[in-house]
């Protein structure tokens, strides 16, 4: 009866000769954990495409009233010519939820003044 090694192979590594590939998947591996939260583009549930750069009057036109909204006023703040900042005014910042179907996530929406500048996907609720 013979008896067989219990050998492993080592774990592969990064060589000089294999950093542009191990940079690639490392890139790879950041870049996808970064577009799982942000999107420039959603489909509603209206299967209408919003993305960033739309008017709220448009966003609504497209996917409906949101099934929640809340708004803040930030403070707006601005550099001096000698380095100091100061607080020059505010804009208001809402964020709009919306619901999008059966097997997609939630998204938010956030508006600043009545510009979509970005959206979110909820993955973990």
């Known amino acids: 009866m013979a008896t067989r090694s219990k050998h492993r192979r080592p774990a592969p590594r990064c060589s000089p000769y294999s950093a542009g590939r191990c940079l690639a998947l490392a890139a790879a591996a950041v ?50 010519p000698n380095g100091n900042v100061v607080v020059t005014g505010s804009a208001r910042v809402e964020s709009w939820t919306y619901a999008r179907g059966q097997g997609q996530f939630d998204a938010v929406l956030t508006f600043d003044g009545d510009k979509l500048v970005r959206i979110d996907l909820l993955t973990g609720q």
């Open 31 to 80: 870049a996808t954990t970064f577009v799982a939260t942000a999107e420039d583009v959603i489909r509603c549930r209206s299967n209408r495409l919003v993305n960033v750069g739309m008017i709220a009057a448009e966003v609504i036109a497209r996917c409906g009233e949101p099934k929640s909204r809340s708004a803040e006023d930030v403070p707006v703040r601005a550099r001096t």
